[in-house]
């Protein structure tokens, strides 16, 4: 099992910047991707970045040139600085973590609240 803490979600003003931390605990070993969805309301929790073992990353369009997604392997964390925020990224925040095991399988935070008010 994995157990993930997030912090850094808040709210900040359009054009602002947040930073959100996600720290993985418990079997960490075969993590093989880490990243971050997002959910607004009334909406699908959709992929904003990931980053896996090797540093590839991936980028939901929506956000390429302002988020970079970021990971220190040796504290299990992951990372996603948000800059120039707009109000259509208000959503909760989600980190994801993909451990491989029998199977790839998929451990999620318990969310945090990023709000950009206009």
């Known amino acids: 099992q994995v157990q993930l803490v997030e912090s850094g979600g808040g709210l900040v003003q359009t054009g602002g910047s947040l930073r959100l931390s996600c720290a993985a605990s418990g079997s960490t070993a075969s993590i093989i991707v880490m990243g971050w969805y997002r959910q607004a309301p009334g909406k699908q929790r959709e992929l904003v970045a990931a980053?896996?073992?090797?540093?590839?990353?991936n980028y939901a369009d929506s956000v390429k040139g302002r988020f970079t997604i970021s990971r220190d392997n040796a504290k299990n964390t992951v990372y996603l600085q948000m800059n120039s925020l707009k109000p259509e990224d208000t959503a909760v925040y989600y980190c994801?973590?993909?451990?491989?095991?029998?199977?790839?399988?998929?451990?999620w935070g318990q969310g945090t609240q990023v709000t950009v008010s206009s």
């Open positions: 980053i896996s073992n090797s540093g590839s990353t």
């Open positions: 994801n973590v993909k451990r491989l095991s029998v199977r790839v399988n998929d451990y």
